[in-house]
């Protein structure tokens, strides 16, 4: 089975080896018929600690690397 890949903006760097991703999706209600944005974080694992604040960056399903983490930073 692939794996997820979603795309979003990092707004945490506070922990080491993690950064938190806000994902932003936007959908059509079903009964107003009105655009919702709709957002989630995620903790993601990032080796290197090369992202900051602002970034857009790609994340990937992985193996759980600690309690929370289960995603992993692919690009930026």
Same mark, same amino acid.
Request: hydrophobic letters at 30%.
């Given at each position: 089975?692939?794996?997820?890949? +979603?795309?979003? @903006?990092? @707004? &945490?760097?506070? !922990?080491?080896? @993690? $950064?938190?991703?806000? $994902? =932003? ?5 079903? +009964? +107003?018929?009105?655009?919702?944005? &709709? &957002? ?6 990032? =080796? *290197?600690?090369?992202? !900051? $604040?602002?970034?857009? $960056?790609? *994340?990937? =399903?992985?193996?759980?690397? &600690?309690? @929370? ?8």
């Amino acid at each position: 089975m692939p794996k997820r890949i +979603l795309q979003g @903006t990092v @707004t &945490s760097t506070a !922990n080491a080896q @993690t $950064v938190t991703v806000t $994902v =932003e999706r936007r959908y059509k209600h079903p +009964l +107003l018929h009105k655009t919702v944005r &709709s &957002s989630k974080k995620y903790r993601a694992h990032d =080796e *290197i600690g090369s992202f !900051n $604040v602002g970034d857009t $960056v790609r *994340i990937q =399903e992985c193996a759980p690397k &600690s309690k @929370t983490k289960r995603w992993e930073v692919i690009a930026s």
